[in-house]
């Protein structure tokens, strides 16, 4: 079989990442070898390296087993209720979920910007024990998952916002420390995000760079007394 066969695995469903010049019903062999090994795994899933709409969504195909797309994700001691075709996931973001939680200080105030289903906002609750984190998606489905998230894991200092976040912020106190992931709209969420952090918080900023090479840049800084990372 060919190497490209890269699988996430998400709770009991399995995802395999489509090449651009296979279709969906190309992989049912190799969904049915994944199923064959792996007797948890309940589905297996195709999505294309794309994304698009106002929610950033790849395209998913359904291949083989349940034909559900809603289960429960562990990462970090935590557990997670959502369905990947409707909000943005991506196991590669782990290492960042654990990363930003360990900064988080105790009785901090933190605003989420695009909470999603709650992955930065609940483990930095759990881990950093913070005052409150204000928790804000403009996606139903994720303000969904996420109230459904902090019930799952007793996080009830995460306050779930539904909206606009550009437009929610203003309504908030300022943070201690602003959550910005989602690299699209990093430029205005940077501009925005100076306006309610507090003198010597920290914004972390997620943003898009290309590079010549395979080195990985890593972006540090300080602005106006609000550092970034």
């Known amino acids: 079989m060919e190497k490209w066969k890269r699988i996430e695995i998400v709770g009991d469903i399995a995802i395999i990442g489509i090449p651009f010049d296979k279709k969906p019903e190309d992989l049912k062999d190799y969904a049915k070898e994944i199923m064959s090994k792996h007797p948890y795994i309940k589905s297996v899933w195709g999505r294309y390296r794309d994304t698009k709409g106002e929610f950033r969504l790849p395209t998913y195909y359904h291949i083989l087993g349940e034909e559900r797309s809603e289960t429960v994700y562990k990462e970090h001691g935590c557990r997670y209720y959502l369905d990947f075709t ?3 996931f991506s196991s590669k973001l782990s290492f960042e979920h654990l990363r930003i939680a360990k900064e988080v200080k105790k009785g901090e105030i933190i605003i ?5 289903y709650g992955p930065f906002s609940i483990l930095s609750a759990k881990l950093g024990k913070p005052k409150l984190v204000y928790s ?3 996606n139903p489905y994720a303000y969904y998952y996420m109230m459904a ?9 995460v306050i779930p916002i539904y909206g606009d976040a550009f437009k929610k912020i203003y309504y908030l106190e300022n943070a201690d420390r602003i959550i910005s992931p ?3 709209k990093a430029k205005e969420a940077y501009e925005v995000a ?3 952090i507090k003198p010597g918080g920290i914004i972390h900023l ?9 080195p990985v840049p890593v972006l540090r800084g300080e602005i106006r007394g609000a550092a970034w990372a």
């Not at 998230?149 to 200092?157: E, G, H, P």
């Not at 997620?206 to 395979?214: A, G, M, Q, S, Y």
């Open 149 to 157: 998230n902090i019930d799952l894991n007793k996080t009830y200092n």
């Open 206 to 214: 997620f943003v898009e760079i290309e590079t010549k090479e395979n």
């Open 136 to 138: 804000i998606d403009i």
């Open 86 to 88: 409707k909000v943005f």
């Open 112 to 116: 989420n910007m695009f909470a999603g």
């Open 182 to 184: 989602l690299p699209e």
């Open 194 to 196: 100076l306006q309610k």
